[in-house]
C-alpha cells in the first residue's frame, strides 16, 4: 500500500507510447516527460520510426538514471522499455 495514497502500487506497471512519425527531438523530449511524471519501477514502452532514437534514448536513461531493458527493431519500428529508476 502507498502511504500517500492508501492503493496498491503495481511494481509491473507498464505504458506503451505510439511515437511512430515523430522526428527529432520530440520523441526523446517527450520520452523524458512521461518519465518524470512516473513512480520508480514502472516500465515505459515506446515505439518510434526516427532513427536518431537510437542515439537519444540512450543518452537520455544515461542522463535520468532509468535503464533500458529491451530494444528492438522491427522494419523501421523502433521499440524501446524503459524501467523508471
Known amino acids: 500500500?502507498?502511504?500517500d495514497h492508501g492503493k496498491a502500487i503495481?511494481?509491473?506497471a507498464e505504458s506503451k507510447i505510439n511515437m511512430r512519425g515523430l522526428k527529432c527531438p520530440l520523441p526523446v523530449l517527450k520520452t523524458r516527460k512521461l518519465l518524470s511524471t512516473m513512480a520508480a519501477g514502472e516500465v515505459l514502452v515506446i515505439e518510434c520510426t526516427d532513427p536518431l532514437v537510437t542515439i537519444d534514448i540512450p543518452n537520455l536513461v544515461r542522463e535520468t538514471g532509468d535503464t533500458i531493458e529491451k530494444h528492438s527493431k522491427n522494419g523501421r519500428v523502433l521499440t524501446f522499455r524503459i524501467r523508471k529508476a
Open 1 to 3: 500500500m502507498s502511504p
Open 10 to 12: 503495481d511494481p509491473m
